[in-house]
């Protein structure tokens, strides 16, 4: 990867982990707005993009399937488009 010149985007996501009850952990997708494009933040939550529940182990030893990890990183990816795209015709974060 490329030096960072700390210039960001409005829009982003920001994907966490979270333990439950069950013993499962869900992986969070939030969209976020940044306050400053001029620099890394500070940004601010917009809205629930998407979630899942996994098994805490699979998620400890990264042990998610292709199918699993593909569907991660496609959401991810596919998300921050759609965000661009909506900036883009001056709409904003979702």
Known sequence: ??????????TGVVCSLRELPSGGVRLII???ANQSSRTSG????????????F???????LQLSEHELAE?????????VANRKGSA???GAV
Not at 1 to 10: K, L, P
Not at 55 to 61: D, R
Not at 72 to 80: E, S
Request: net charge negative; charged share 35%; hydrophobic share 40%.
């Open 55 to 61: 098994e805490a182990e699979a998620i400890s030893e």
């Open 1 to 10: 990867m490329g030096t960072d010149d700390s210039i960001r985007a409005s």
């Open 30 to 32: 939030d969209d976020v």
């Open 42 to 53: 500070p940004w601010e939550d917009r809205a629930l993009f998407t979630c899942k529940d």
């Open 89 to 91: 015709r001056g709409n």
């Open 72 to 80: 991660v990183g496609f959401n991810v990816l596919a998300r921050l």
